[in-house]
């Protein structure tokens, strides 16, 4: 008698939890053309993301490349073709005059805290 009881009240209250009708959350939403559609300057970053090279030194400023991956996927196709751009504009190997640049500060700053004595005009801080 109880066990029948104990099932006419389990059998009660999976009815009323059904019946209350609580809505499941539902998350749903339209796909733009643009997200379906890749340019091919997206593809051309990926593929340029997807270099050994690259991806180490993404690794080594500290960016995850799948992170980037993503980034790349939610640019528009304006921001895409304008890094694209950038990409062609750029020089391979970097500044020649930058590289000069940073060697002479170098050079100037352990002439000026005497560790070495390349330039006449700088006085050691000792």
Known sequence: ???????????????????????????AGMVGTDA???????????SFLERDDVRRQLAAQGVNPSDAKARVAALTDEEAAQIAAQMDDMPAGGSVLGV?????????????????KVFPFTRTVR
């Open 1 to 27: 008698m109880i066990a029948k009881l104990r099932r006419v009240i389990a059998s009660l209250l999976v009815v009323s939890i059904a019946g209350l009708g609580l809505p499941l959350p539902v998350h």
């Open 36 to 46: 379906v559609v890749t340019s091919p300057e997206r593809d051309r970053i990926s």
């Open 100 to 116: 000069i640049l940073i060697v002479f500060l170098v050079l100037l700053l352990t002439d000026i805290m005497g560790f070495t």
